[in-house]
Each structure stands twice: as structure tokens, then as C-alpha cells.
């Protein structure tokens, strides 16, 4: 390893570690209007000033902060997960290499539909969830390979008791291949696709 890969892992774990604390603070408050506030800021101040920022160079003069709508609290749950025949997929990823997860559970969220919850198959486990809704590739609407609710491994995580999960639609956020086309992100399956439209949380103007 050159010092060069040394410094760019450092800066890697800076930025996780940074993520982390943001969705500590998401966790321990009950105010979660500013908790939201905090979140988008926690990010926007990540995005323009770390250098492990997934923004093109090209695109960080002109970044003014993500699309995030204004916090909505008809769109956070705690839902149970519901048991069901594992499955497993293999995704192919830009910096993780091939990344293995196993489905956990489903999430049925009143007015949306149901939600796949994977696990980590991998070193570290973790739980994933991602989501693509009907506004998905529509124009203001949101990224086509859909939105990150949960991603605990990266530090993503609303909380969770050991028989349900938070999914809070208002901190849905666009996966970092939205903004470098050189990453290559898992995206949501079939099972983690809705036919509603989902308009809080992290929305998308680029193109698709």
C-alpha cells in the first residue's frame, strides 16, 4: 500500500466516523425536526469540505447543499419485520468489491408497501434497506437506482429493536454513485421498489 492509498483509508474512516456521530445525534433527540435540520447540515458541511466527498470535481465550486425536502413526520414509522425464506445476493461494488447480503425480513409500511431488509453476509454484518419509488427518474423527482434508508455498516441507522426497524422516508439519501459515476452502489431490488411516490428525504437533478 502506497502512502497515498494510506492517507485516502484515513480519510475514508474520517468521513465514517463523522456519519456515525451525525446519526448518533438523529438518534438521541426527540425534537426530529432538528434533528433532521442537523442531519441535512451534517452533510452538506460533508459534501463541500471533505475530501472524501463523493462530488466531482467539477461540480464542488458551484455545490450550495443537497435537495432535501423539509421534514414531514407522517413519513417516519417503526415497523415489525415479518419473517420470510432467506434469499441471497452478490452485489458488485466500486470500492468493496463483490459485497454479499441475505434477506433478514420484510417491513410493511403503512401507505407505501413492503420493503425487503437485508443483512450483510460479510465481516462486520449490517443491516441495509434501501428504496426506489414512483418518482424515480421523473424529473426533480428521485435517483433511478433509489434512495438509502438504512445502511448501519456506514453508519446510517434510525434505530432498531430486535424485532423492528425505524424507517424514516425524510433521511432517504441518494447513494454516492448519484454523484461519481466511478462508484458502483448496490440499488434497490424488486423487492425494494414501491409504486407510491415517496417526496421527502434526499431528492435528485442529475441526469440519469
Not at 2 to 31: G, M, N, P, Q
Not at 182 to 189: D, I, N, V
Request: aromatic share 10%.
Amino acid at each position: 500500500m502506497t502512502v497515498a492509498d494510506s492517507k485516502t483509508a484515513l480519510e475514508v474512516a474520517d468521513w465514517r466516523r463523522r456519519v456515525f456521530a451525525i446519526y448518533a445525534e438523529v438518534r438521541a433527540s426527540t425534537d426530529m425536526l432538528a434533528a433532521h435540520d442537523l442531519w441535512r447540515r451534517g452533510r452538506d458541511k460533508l459534501f463541500a469540505t471533505h475530501p472524501s466527498t463523493p462530488l466531482l470535481v467539477e461540480d464542488r465550486g458551484a455545490f450550495t447543499g443537497l435537495p432535501v425536502t423539509a421534514y414531514d413526520p407522517d413519513w417516519r414509522f417503526e415497523v415489525e419485520l415479518t419473517a420470510v425464506e432467506g434469499r441471497h445476493m452478490d452485489v458488485e461494488t466500486g470500492t468493496d468489491g463483490l459485497v454479499p447480503f441475505d434477506l433478514v425480513g420484510v417491513a410493511d409500511v403503512p401507505g407505501v408497501g413492503s420493503l425487503d431488509v437485508w443483512k450483510l453476509g460479510s465481516y462486520g454484518g449490517g443491516i441495509f434497506v434501501p428504496v426506489k419509488d414512483a418518482l424515480s427518474r421523473q424529473k426533480g423527482g428521485t435517483y433511478g437506482g433509489g434512495r438509502y434508508l438504512i445502511d448501519t455498516i456506514k453508519g446510517a441507522d434510525l434505530g432498531s429493536t430486535p424485532t423492528s426497524i425505524v424507517l424514516d422516508f425524510n433521511f432517504a439519501y441518494n447513494p454516492s454513485c448519484a454523484y461519481d459515476p466511478e462508484w458502483a452502489c448496490p440499488l434497490a431490488q424488486a423487492g425494494n421498489t414501491v409504486q407510491v411516490e415517496i417526496p421527502v428525504g434526499e431528492r435528485y437533478s442529475g441526469s440519469y
